[in-house]
């Protein structure tokens, strides 16, 4: 079993920057795929993010592309989440998620196996 606990949530400007972090206990998640999703109230949970294994390869979504990043340290056990200029239609309930392996869709939420309880960020106009 992985626990995935996130952080770094909060209430922050249009136009600001926060930085997520997502810590992992029970295993060490070297040999995992790692994404982040958000969700907004009333709307389905969406792909942000996401790092291979390795930290070879990364993905995002269409709509944070140039502003988000994610990166992993594996001697951590941590997977992390920049994001800079906020918009408020970032607004949402930020969760990360684990998956072992090679991943066939790393941007579906489905694929993956651990979940933690989400993390909230609130960005005002």
């Known amino acids: 079993q992985v626990q995935l606990v996130e952080s770094g949530g909060g209430l922050v400007q249009a136009g600001g920057s926060l930085r997520f972090s997502c810590v992992a206990s029970?295993?060490?998640?070297?040999?995992?795929?790692m994404g982040w999703f958000r969700q907004a109230p009333g709307k389905e949970r969406e792909f942000v993010a996401a790092?291979?294994?390795?930290?070879?390869?990364?993905v995002y979504a269409d709509s944070v592309k140039g502003r988000f990043t994610i990166s992993r340290d594996n001697t951590k056990n941590t997977v992390y989440l920049q994001m800079n200029s906020l918009k408020p239609e970032d607004t949402a309930v930020y969760h990360c998620?684990?998956?072992?392996?090679?991943?066939?869709?790393?941007?579906?939420?489905?694929?993956?196996?651990?979940w933690g309880q989400g993390t909230q960020v609130t960005v005002s106009s």
């Open positions: 998620a684990a998956v072992e392996g090679i991943v066939t869709n790393i941007r579906f939420p489905r694929e993956y196996d651990y």
């Open positions: 029970g295993r060490t998640i070297s040999w995992y795929a």
């Open positions: 790092i291979t294994w390795s930290g070879g390869s990364t």
